[in-house]
């Protein structure tokens, strides 16, 4: 047999330093779940709350990039002065980012506008 083959397949086989079990195939482990188990049971200990209805989040940066999650799941303990947003993120250019937001606010304003013009009622 080939030497330089012999070695390669050596080499594929042992995970371990001399003297350790060899194996077929390199275990792969996952540990992914227990980081997810260990920032919930931190998170729970900080006592976050759910905060509802939030549509978008915007992280503005100071190179004039936005961090814009759509529809993420922001969780918040007031008095430890801190906030959780998970969601999956999207890296936008200010300008892009703004569009959107100012759409939405306008929007609002004008609701609260005839809100507040519905609601006067003139004294004759």
Do not use: C, Y
């Not at 275990?27 to 920032?39: E, I, N, Y």
């Not at 989040?57 to 936005?66: A, E, T």
């Not at 937001?101 to 519905?118: D, I, M």
């Amino acid at each position: 047999m080939n030497v330089e083959k012999l070695m390669k397949m050596a080499g594929a086989v042992r995970t371990g330093g001399k003297g350790s079990v060899r194996r077929k195939k390199k275990a792969v482990h996952k540990t992914t779940s227990t980081d997810d188990k260990r920032l919930q049971s931190t998170l729970k200990r900080l006592g976050v709350n759910q905060v509802p209805q939030i549509e978008e989040f915007n992280i503005f940066k100071d190179d004039n990039k936005v961090i814009h999650f759509l529809n993420p799941k922001v969780q918040a303990a007031i008095p430890a002065n801190t906030w959780v947003v998970s969601g999956s993120p999207q890296i936008k250019i200010a300008a892009a980012a703004a569009g959107r937001s100012q759409t939405v606010a306008a929007a609002a304003a004008g609701r609260n506008r005839t809100a507040a013009a519905a609601g006067r009622t003139r004294a004759v």
